[in-house]
């Protein structure tokens, strides 16, 4: 991967070269004095990253500046050691106690105190340290206390909510973005720095893409949320910097590249319906349930995970879900399509739960989480792109958009925003739902009107929920299911048909059983 062109100008406080031999960039700046005695330019090896690199640099002019400004012409013996911390990234600097109160410096015996010692070495850029002082609390051990205090701050009902579960992963994750110093060091800089690491937007795990701009925003909410809480514990002897709350601000457009920002022209991503014909084909009755809901209800996770016995009505003309948005607080009704009401009850066979229990449960009796549909998702995609390696991923809360821009189609703004549980019907009168109910009618009427635009999808998948029991989608493909069956009805042997698409025999034999299955 090719460096990018740096900037080089002697009014560049914050200059670099790069050395394209060792891949490395470079600052010089200032001259030491050499094991010789003799003077020469020094050189700071600053990392092979352009922006940190610049970032150290920067430290190491004012550092020189510094110096200037005292009339010396060379770099002092302590300040070229802070110079050099600076250089390889430190954000302090821990330095020897001297032995004992006689030191030798320049050829005379002379008193030294630790204080004096110390004060050798102070600079506006970096904190100095004597070894040995007492060391306290750090800054990664506040951050974990802080992640564990969220769980038990964000609870309902003695367990964490999703939002409280978030946060504290977040929280935890602040470790990556700033190294481990004493909390006496954590000042404005190092706040600083932590928050710059975030908005430069860090690739994800695993990948060579940068993580979304949702993802800073809700980083930088988890730093804001560290320091106030590390600001009010009484365990900590700690307060925030003063001008803490400007260097956590940011506007959202400096988060987002430029390829980015030509992207929002395009509006908000949806599926096709050749695409939703596309999941719903390759889906199992399970995965059918999700996107049921999804394009159905307008249900993301949180909406399906919390979903409750005592808010489906399957037994009223239309079969409805009543229900109040825990996200907002806002109320609406749903009318259910005849295949989303066949996956309710299907669903409410298997597990029989009792009025006001969630629909949604582990195999082990726990709350369905918000990730666990994420990872039925991630692995549905996964199959569709064994056939079709150009299929387009959006993550699962796109079937809620999907179903919003539908509903707007065919019946207006006002629809669309009932439909979603919006908090208002119309930003023009914000006082409508304090003197009317909101028309309940018009959103069944889209209902079905959108289940009419889904006609093909639902023809290429005819009666799902049939079987009781529920089976995973397996690793193999549609498409491979498909190739085991017609090379069965061939009469090819099962062994010969596993080395042909190349499964074992055991999986050939476990298809063609769900195979004859479905047909009884």
Known sequence: MAKPRVPFSKKDPARVSYDAKNDRYYRQEGVCRTKSGKLSPKKFYLGSDEIVARERALKICQLWQEEVAKGRSEWPPETLEVANAAAKGRHHLVVEAPPDRKTQQHGKQEWVSPKKHLERYQNPVMPVVLSGSPVGPTLHEAVKQCSEYVLLDKQKMGEP????????????RLVASQQDVQLGLFGLHELDSMVRYWKRRPNRKGTQRPIAPSTVKNQLTAIRYFVRWL??????????????????????????????????????????VSELSTIYKYATDY????????????????EITS??????????????????????????????????????????RQGAPKQGELIFVST???????????????????????????????????FRKTAGQMVQDVAGDIVASVF??????MKADGLLDEYTNRDWNSVYRANMAVRKMLESMFAGSPEPFARNKRKGGGNISLGTIERIRQLRDENVAPADIGSIVGVSRATVYRHLQQCEDKKE
């Open 364 to 398: 082990q009796g726990r709350a369905l989480t918000k990730q666990r549909i994420a990872n039925e998702w991630t692995a549905l995609v996964g199959r569709i792109k064994q056939d079709h390696q150009e299929f387009r991923y959006l993550s699962f809360k796109f």
């Open 420 to 425: 979603l549980f919006h908090g208002t019907r």
């Open 287 to 302: 995965e059918k349930l999700f996107v049921l809901l999804g394009m159905n209800c307008g249900f993301a996770q949180s």
């Open 231 to 272: 600001h009010r514990n009484p365990d900590y002897r700690w307060k925030r910097p003063e001008g803490w709350e400007d260097v956590t601000r940011y506007s959202t457009d400096e988060l987002l590249m430029d390829t980015e920002i030509a992207a929002l022209a395009d509006g908000i991503p949806t599926y096709s």
């Open 307 to 348: 979903l409750r016995m005592s808010e489906v009505f399957l037994e009223e003309e239309p079969p409805t879900i009543k229900r109040v948005r825990i996200k907002n607080r806002v109320y609406g009704r749903i009318a259910l399509w005849p295949e989303t009401l066949a996956g309710l009850r299907w669903q409410i």
């Open 161 to 172: 909510t999703d939002y409280g579960g978030k946060l504290s992963e977040q929280v935890a």
